[in-house]
């Protein structure tokens, strides 16, 4: 078996010193890095099976337990979620499962949908209409639809939040960057007027 260090060790060699998330490519300090392994099966520790990823890439993951789980119902993931509305599986899984499931493929849904509405506008406001449009899209309440916009929205994802005159707007990261230089600029020229 190849040891923690060993396999961080090797990263780093392969990254020029830097240690890299073999999932998302982003750099990550050793604290946030757990070796994983990719089947799921902890017994299977050949070195095919082990991969060195971040820690919100591992939760990304379906865990093993639930995947076993799903296994035995010949059910996916993505299934669970999808049959949400026809509660067909109520009766099969515990209820934290669906949620689960809706965690995963719900914020999915809602991020494709924003995608998609935001390749065609350049920004969308946030407001109650909003939140109910997201949460009819994942299936979720308008309160969860607002949490998952607040990770969709953070730093780490691929939507922005811009407020101007108390409205809050929601954009792309371009979008957004194009943004901040114009609101550089007016408040540059304010101070020159
Ligand atoms: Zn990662």
Request: charge should be positive; hydrophobic fraction near 30%.
């Amino acid at each position: 078996m190849t040891s923690r260090a060993e396999l961080i060790k090797e990263n780093r060699s392969k990254n020029g010193g830097k240690l890299i998330c073999e999932k998302c490519s982003k750099e990550k300090p050793e604290s946030s890095i757990v070796i994983d392994h990719a089947d799921n099966n902890r017994k299977n520790n050949k070195r095919k099976n082990l991969q060195v990823i971040c820690r919100s890439c591992n939760k990304k993951k379906d865990p093993s337990k639930i995947s076993k789980l799903l296994k035995i119902k010949g059910l996916t993931f993505e299934e669970v979620y999808k049959g949400i509305d026809k509660q067909i599986l109520s009766d099969k899984l515990r209820i934290d499962n669906v949620a689960m499931a809706k965690n995963i493929y719900g914020k999915k849904a809602v991020r494709k949908w924003l995608e998609k509405k935001l390749s065609k506008v350049a920004y969308l406001v946030v407001n109650e209409g909003f939140y109910n449009s997201a949460a009819e899209i994942g299936d979720v309440n308008p309160d969860t639809a607002q949490r998952w916009l607040g990770t969709i929205a953070s730093d780490e994802g691929k939507f922005r939040i811009r407020e101007i005159n108390g409205v809050e707007y929601i954009m792309t990261k371009a979008s957004a960057s194009e943004f901040d230089k114009d609101s550089q600029t007016n408040k540059h020229n304010e101070k020159n007027k």
